[in-house]
């Protein structure tokens, strides 16, 4: 399988938004946004999102995502009521996500029956093509590469959302991977090798806004 094409690998573009991490071992789940890639392409027929009641009510922050307040919260599933819809969404999976390391850190922590394959870095592709030491959000790219648009049409949502940033991030993807050298010829394992991250990565790393 790693010497088939990149887009055959069973990809699904995740994002979350959380209650932030000054919270520390006490950060929460607050949102997530779950679409399968197939041929490279985010598919919103079998795409999923939902708000996650946190069981308390959460510090409004200068960072926080719009429209997740505590009525709001208050009103949705608790996580342990769509763990099992997110497990069956993302075990075995390659996950893509933009600086993907902070999402996996909180999922794993939270879920820890969560077992995806891979997980793949818009982010670090990013800095691969556009240079190491720069540092570019998802909303920043998704604007370079005029995708926004596409983005909140496909969603009907707005960025700092996690349906949002899921589909922004499995576009991007595409995007990234079309800049690269040969990247149309590019193989799962050569997905693996330029935009990777080990599973045990989960680096406390901050947000890109």
């Known amino acids: 399988m790693h010497d ?3 887009n055959t690998a ?17 950060e929460a789940i607050l949102e997530v946004g779950v679409v399968p890639l197939v041929d490279g392409r985010p ?18 922050r200068p960072w926080s995502s719009p429209g997740l307040t505590n009525d709001v919260l208050g009103l949705a599933p608790p996580l342990d ?14 996950i ?8 996996w850190r909180l999922l794993s922590l939270r879920c820890p029956d969560i077992h995806p394959a891979f997980l793949v870095d818009t982010l670090k592709l990013a800095r691969l093509i556009h240079g190491g030491a720069q540092r570019r959000s998802l909303t920043a790219l998704l604007a370079y590469y005029e995708l926004s648009d ?5 969603t009907g949502g707005q960025s700092h959302r996690a349906l ?10 595409g995007m990234l991977i079309h ?12 997905l693996h090798n330029v935009a990777g991250v080990p599973l045990g990565d989960a680096e406390q790393t901050l947000p890109l806004f």
Do not use: C
């Open 179 to 190: 800049e690269l050298p040969h990247g149309d010829a590019l193989t799962v394992a050569g």
């Open 81 to 94: 009521a769509i763990e099992p819809e997110l497990a069956g969404r993302l075990n075995g999976t390659t």
């Open 43 to 60: 598919n919103m027929q079998s795409a999923y999102d939902s708000m996650v009641n946190p069981g308390r009510r959460i510090h409004r």
């Open 150 to 154: 596409e983005v909140t049409k496909l």
């Open 164 to 173: 949002w940033d899921a589909v922004g991030a499995g576009l991007l993807l």
């Open 4 to 6: 088939q094409p990149w």
């Open 96 to 103: 893509v996500g933009h600086n993907v390391n902070v999402d």
């Open 10 to 26: 069973p990809l699904v573009a995740f994002d979350l938004e959380g209650s932030g991490s000054q919270d520390h071992e006490h």
